[in-house]
């Protein structure tokens, strides 16, 4: 029998008296016996909670590389079909692998440098615009010489009744057939006098999209025009960014050809009236002042929203749309003061023709922050906007009806919190700006923007 109290009385690691579960558990006292007991059930505890925890990690390496999930993600039917692209309503797996490569005239191909913190997407786009091949010239219609050019005749265009039930995109396909890949169509008879780019801000309104596609092609067919549906699809889950989408389909649009009019349009408003023409005026303007979501009358005097059109060189004099408005709404607003600032006058449609349906869907938070953006529209315009615009392309493919782009509005992956974007808004001021006779530095926006007495410049 062992002699407890002859044994060394000096303290014993879980080694000295047992390490391996007890297997020398006759060399220690009763009361070192009992603490290797527990010792060593934390250890075989911990040493369970590891292979676990590996077990997990390998299990969802798995699922997430070889599951079908990972495969509709590589898809393209994923990516960029009509209904799966367009639910969109979760944060993707994977979105580094989602790449798109620009085509050049000379047959190479180019990624997008947005990642330098100097260079925006814009100025990367037009240094790079004389070398990128024109994808849209396939479908481009080419008229023989003495083709003469178009002559509406108005007393055939009159008011729309509007049916607001679900079509099925095949039926419209159907009865578009003379509707290029893209959403492309010139008139065979007769020159366009117009060529018009019709940008159409989208996600998670599928159904609406159907209802838009099914009224607007014959509508502007109509009308007589060259024209290509433009859907520009945001990515991911953030938040909504309206004025970005609009920034880079401006961009992307150019990759098609020239333009000589870009019509913004809403995916939720349906016009009821072919006499409102779809091609741009002297000045900018607003073709939607009588909306059925506002019992036909105009919400107020400053709105520029909706339905718009604008020359591309009045868009590039406003500096297109401000990339600030992240679900907040106000981006429109912020448009009107930017014509404003650039000394260009806004034209009105007239609200007895200009009456446009409106389709059901869920209404965007609208956030008190934005006003404090709106104070700032007059001084940030010429340098925020769509000079600075960052994006990554993921997609551009050309479906029957629309041609249809994908893009990351934050491919940087900026906070979306008021705090960072005061902190960007800053920057473009050096730092410093004056709010209301007083000067703001960086350190002090976030306060500024909390007090409830918010002065308009």
Same mark, same amino acid.
Request: charge should be neutral; charged fraction near 20%.
């Given at each position: 029998m062992i002699d407890y109290k002859e044994k060394d009385k000096r303290p014993r690691s879980l080694d000295d008296?047992?390490?391996?579960?007890?297997?020398?558990?006759?060399?220690c006292t009763p009361e070192e016996s009992l603490g290797n007991f527990v010792r060593c059930s934390r250890y075989t505890h911990r040493r369970w909670l590891l292979l676990l925890s590996v077990l997990f990690m390998v299990e969802w390496y798995y699922l997430y590389n070889y599951s079908e999930y990972r495969k509709d993600l590589e898809s393209n039917i994923y990516k960029l079909g009509y209904a799966n692209a367009s639910t969109n309503n979760h944060n993707v797996p994977g979105e580094a692998d989602l790449v798109y490569k620009y085509s050049l005239k000379n047959s190479s191909e180019i990624l997008m440098d947005y990642k330098h913190e100097y260079n925006s997407s814009y100025y990367w786009f037009m240094s790079m615009k004389h070398l990128f091949k024109n994808i849209g010239e396939e479908e481009t219609r080419r008229y023989s010489e003495g083709v003469p050019s178009c002559q509406l005749n108005e007393s055939s265009l009159g008011?729309?009744? @509007?049916?607001?039930?679900? /079509? +099925?995109?095949?039926?419209?396909?159907?009865?578009?057939?003379?509707?290029?890949?893209?959403?492309?169509?010139?008139?065979?008879?007769?020159?366009?006098?117009?060529?018009?780019?019709?940008?159409?801000?989208?996600?998670?309104?599928?159904?609406?999209?159907?209802?838009?596609l099914r009224y607007l092609h014959p509508f502007l067919k109509k009308q007589l025009l060259e024209y290509r549906i433009f859907v520009i699809e945001q990515y991911g889950i953030e938040q909504f960014n309206k004025g970005t989408l609009y920034n880079i389909a401006f961009l992307e649009s150019q990759r098609f050809g020239s333009w000589d009019c870009l019509i913004f349009h809403d995916v939720d408003l349906i016009p009821e009236d072919e006499r409102i023409s779809?091609?741009?005026?002297?000045?900018?303007?607003?073709?939607?002042?009588?909306?059925?979501?506002?019992?036909?009358?105009?919400?107020?005097?400053?709105?520029?929203?909706? @339905?718009?059109?604008?020359? /591309? +060189?009045?868009?590039?004099?406003?500096?297109?749309?401000?990339?600030?408005?992240?679900?907040?709404?106000?981006e429109d607003d912020d448009m009107y003061i930017r014509l404003q600032s650039a000394k260009l006058p806004m034209l009105r449609y007239n609200s007895t023709i200009a009456r446009f349906a409106t389709l059901p869907h869920e209404r965007n938070r609208a956030g008190k922050d934005r006003y404090f953006f709106l104070d700032y529209s007059k001084l940030r315009y010429q340098v925020e906007g769509l000079r600075s615009t960052k994006y990554k392309l993921l997609s551009v493919v050309k479906r029957k009806l629309y041609t249809h782009i994908l893009a990351d509005v934050n491919p940087i992956r900026m906070k979306i919190a008021m705090k960072s974007i005061m902190r960007q808004l800053a920057k473009l001021f050096?730092?410093?700006?004056?709010?209301?006779?007083?000067?703001?530095?960086?350190?002090?926006?976030?306060?500024?923007?909390?007090?409830?007495?918010?002065?308009?410049?």
């Open positions: 008296c047992g390490f391996d579960c007890f297997h020398k558990i006759h060399e008011p729309i009744l @509007v049916d607001k039930s679900i /079509p +099925d995109l095949k039926w419209v396909e159907d009865r578009n057939t003379d509707v290029s890949p893209g959403g492309y169509y010139a008139p065979v008879d007769c020159r366009a006098s117009h060529r018009v780019a019709i940008i159409v801000p989208y996600r998670n309104r599928k159904m609406n999209l159907a209802v838009l779809y091609t741009c005026m002297k000045y900018p303007t607003h073709m939607s002042p009588s909306v059925e979501s506002q019992n036909y009358n105009l919400a107020y005097e400053t709105l520029f929203g909706g @339905v718009t059109s604008l020359m /591309p +060189d009045q868009y590039i004099a406003v500096n297109g749309y401000s990339n600030f408005y992240w679900s907040w709404g106000a050096g730092n410093k700006l004056s709010y209301s006779g007083a000067e703001v530095k960086e350190g002090e926006l976030y306060h500024v923007v909390e007090r409830k007495s918010l002065t308009r410049l």
